[in-house]
């Protein structure tokens, strides 16, 4: 079985530390992937944390991935050996109940296998994408268009997908108001995706200093939320509100910028609840407060076709393994525009020192 080399947490008060373990040897339906970049994202610090409460030790972090075919299977019809793929959130899923047939992994009544941390439900833990390699079912590889900026690339497979589904979800578009509520690693794709697909996008940021990015990035207006009187300029203005923000907030401010049948959807994951909104905000306009989480396998390669044909891709600092902890900081302070990468490079060459 194929020794790995990796990055890992053994307990949540622990530093990421080098750590070997044996992957499996890939079966008749595996893709086996050489792993060349792997995002970071806000789940991963949560998750080797253990901030919210279901963290399998020792925890190998990563499902951002992207990297080379090294072997498939004898069933394998979609990849062939040298071939570009990724590997998102999931690695499998039931696959009978009614979420699975309908193309909706990630909301499988029986839950899906996480790309790192194991099933929803409980069962063995598995170890992600801050390793050199990694061997998974076909159904759950995703092909990656050959390109220049493959490391930019990553964190499509989580960030992308996750702004991507509700956007496409709820029908964003030419003749859309729409607003993105926070610009870090998932705001900033949301701008990007948005933007792409006609809609007016309308940033929602607490840094004064961000209005220039958030004008490169796409957005048609960029409104300090701290700001009440820049907030008054958009009552009842949006059609849609795409809320990224992983920190517990007052969430009232924003269903009043919606208008009549309005939606405001949630994709940050806070470590604590937000406070409970003011249901008149809610029934006076008939507005929606929604969830969304990632994306099916169908939708996610819908989405990376997307991104290919718009020229879209993260903008990321790419960082060596061996600064993942400092890495982990800077993200908490918001210090990264807008999402790290490891170079996997970094690990091989530890590895073989």
């Given at each position: ?43 991963d610090l ?233 249901v008149f ?50 993200m908490l ?21």
């Amino acid at each position: 079985m194929p020794q790995t080399y990796s990055y890992a947490a053994q307990h949540a008060s622990d530093a990421l530390k080098p750590y070997r373990f044996e992957r499996r040897a890939p079966g008749a339906d595996d893709v086996q992937i050489d792993i060349l970049y792997c995002g970071v994202c806000h789940s991963d610090l949560h998750t080797v944390r253990n901030e919210w409460h279901n963290t399998l030790y020792p925890s190998v972090p990563g499902h951002e991935i992207v990297g080379k075919v090294t072997a498939v299977g004898a069933n394998v019809k979609k990849f062939k050996v040298g071939d570009l793929a990724g590997v998102g959130c999931m690695v499998d899923s039931c696959q009978h109940c009614a979420s699975c047939a309908e193309g909706e992994e990630q909301y499988c009544e029986n839950g899906f296998t996480g790309t790192y941390n194991g099933p929803v439900f409980g069962g063995e833990n598995t170890f992600g994408g801050y390793s050199d390699h990694i061997v998974v079912k076909e159904k759950f590889v995703l092909r990656i268009a050959p390109t220049d900026n493959l490391a930019a690339v990553a964190p499509l497979l989580c960030a992308g997908i996750t702004t991507y589904s509700p956007l496409a979800h709820w029908k964003v578009g030419p003749g859309k108001k729409v607003g993105v509520v926070g610009l870090g690693g998932l705001g900033h794709m949301a701008v990007k995706i948005a933007h792409a697909m006609g809609a007016h996008v309308v940033l929602f940021t607490t840094s004064p200093n961000k209005r220039e990015d958030g004008l490169r990035l796409g957005a048609d207006e960029v409104i300090v939320s701290k700001d009440e009187r820049q907030m008054a300029t958009q009552a009842n203005q949006l059609d849609f509100i795409l809320n990224t923000v992983a920190a517990p907030h007052n969430l009232d401010p924003f269903l009043a910028l919606l208008k009549r049948d309005g939606t405001m959807t949630l994709v940050g994951a806070p470590d604590s609840p937000h406070p409970s909104p003011t249901v008149f905000n809610l029934i006076f306009k008939r507005r929606s407060l929604a969830g969304s989480l990632i994306g099916g396998i169908e939708e996610t390669q819908e989405m990376l076709d997307f991104c290919d044909k718009h020229g879209i891709v993260s903008d990321i600092e790419l960082i060596a393994i061996q600064g993942i902890n400092e890495a982990y900081e800077r993200m908490l302070k918001g210090d990264v525009k807008y999402r790290f990468v490891i170079d996997i490079a970094t690990l091989k060459q530890e590895a073989a020192a």
